[in-house]
């Protein structure tokens, strides 16, 4: 590929990417960015509005971002979500499953042993993100799969590569999440096309909601023991922002990943890397 072709990898002008969860942290980022490299962009959210942090943010980009509420584990709402943004945009390029999450209730501690754990939030955590990204790759890469072309990038985690204490559920599910990208890579490449590529982004320890009370003193703000042994296995010494999957994101997205499928890319500050030691 000459200088001048690897310039356009990056133009998204004309491409339509759905985005399950979108209105969350990562899927936000990621919207708002592809929005500027000129996609389309559809998000998938059960919120009612986009959340502020988009549109404060998409005022001028040449993409245009719209809500499409939908449940991803409702098969019956996302083909419904997939009619309106065939109407709305026309085919779908791209799909980024960032629908994904935790609960305190699928979580072992010092007042919860395993044997604890209640049925019903292991299966919300199994059900979110494994079939919450199997789901929509139904339904949206039915589409890829008749157009023999498109690229599916699921989010995965840490926790796939290395199950973290207390994180029973969330661990195995994101563990599924990379196993699922890997076959379905397969799949469509040898039942429908090679231009159809499925990979994944493994986000390193990024503070959300959903972690920070495990990983910094509510009061303080200091880490807490479970966050400065974190840190202590980061060798960059800090914890991630949405900002820094971006580049990831956008290269598995581009022309320039074409020959890649099949893989789960850790963006983490380097902790699969080290051993404390």
């Known amino acids: 590929m000459n200088p001048k072709e690897l310039q356009k990898c990056y133009d998204f002008f004309g491409k339509t990417a759905v985005i399950t969860g979108g209105g969350g942290v990562i899927g936000s980022e990621m919207a708002v ?4 490299f000129g996609a389309n962009v559809a998000i998938l959210n059960r ?5 502020e942090r988009i549109t404060t943010r998409i005022e001028g980009a040449p993409g245009r971002v719209v809500l499409f509420p939908a449940d991803v584990l409702d098969m019956q709402a996302l083909q419904v979500s997939a009619a309106q943004i065939q109407d709305e945009f026309g085919d779908v390029d791209i799909l980024i499953n960032a629908a994904g999450g935790n609960t305190p209730a699928a979580m ?3 007042e919860k042993n395993f044997f604890d754990l209640p049925t019903e939030a292991l299966k919300f955590v199994f059900d979110l993100n494994v079939l919450g990204t199997i789901l929509p790759s139904q339904v949206f890469g039915k589409g890829m799969a008749e157009n023999k072309q498109g ?3 699921n989010i995965s985690s840490m926790n796939a590569y290395r199950p973290l204490t207390r994180n029973l559920a969330y661990s195995a599910a994101k563990a ?5 990208t890997q076959w379905l890579a397969v799949y469509m490449a040898q039942e429908y096309s090679a231009n159809i590529r499925v990979n994944a982004i493994a986000p390193g320890f990024f503070l959300g909601e959903q972690n920070r009370y495990l990983l910094t003193d509510e009061k303080t703000g ?5 966050g400065q042994t974190i840190m202590s296995h980061t060798p960059m010494n800090r914890f991630g922002e949405p900002a ?4 990831t994101m956008l290269w598995l997205l581009s022309p320039a990943a074409a020959f890649v499928t099949g893989i789960v890319v850790p963006v983490d500050g380097g902790f699969l890397a080290c051993s404390g030691v």
């Open 33 to 36: 960015t592809l929005a500027w």
């Open 47 to 51: 919120t009612a509005q986009l959340p």
């Open 108 to 110: 072992t501690g010092p």
């Open 151 to 153: 690229v599916i990038l």
């Open 176 to 180: 599924g999440v990379s196993n699922f």
């Open 222 to 226: 200091a880490l807490t023991a479970r």
């Open 244 to 247: 820094d999957l971006i580049g």
